[in-house]
């Protein structure tokens, strides 16, 4: 499996909740919050679903509200599907 990288969470991003237009998240968001993105609760949760779809790397509800940051979501899959 190839590295889970920004592009592909961005992607995901963009179809599970769609993006506030006020932010640019081509920009470096790696340590933005989903709460400074507008992105709620069941964004996260919708976008972890996503991921365990597309990507075969479950993540389960209570790790998804735990992931605070695309570079924790990052980090998380990497490690699950052993790439890092």
């Known amino acids: 499996m190839k590295d889970f990288d920004l592009d592909d969470l961005r ?23 989903f709460t400074d993105m507008n992105y709620d609760s069941l964004a996260v949760l919708e976008l972890a679903s996503r991921i365990e779809r597309d990507w075969g790397v479950a993540v389960p509800d209570e790790v998804a509200t735990d992931l605070r940051t695309p570079r924790e979501v990052l980090d998380y899959v990497n490690r699950k599907a052993g790439v890092n």
């Open 11 to 33: 992607e995901l991003m963009r179809i599970s909740a769609g993006v506030d237009e006020e932010i640019d998240i081509e920009g470096d968001i790696v340590d933005t919050t």
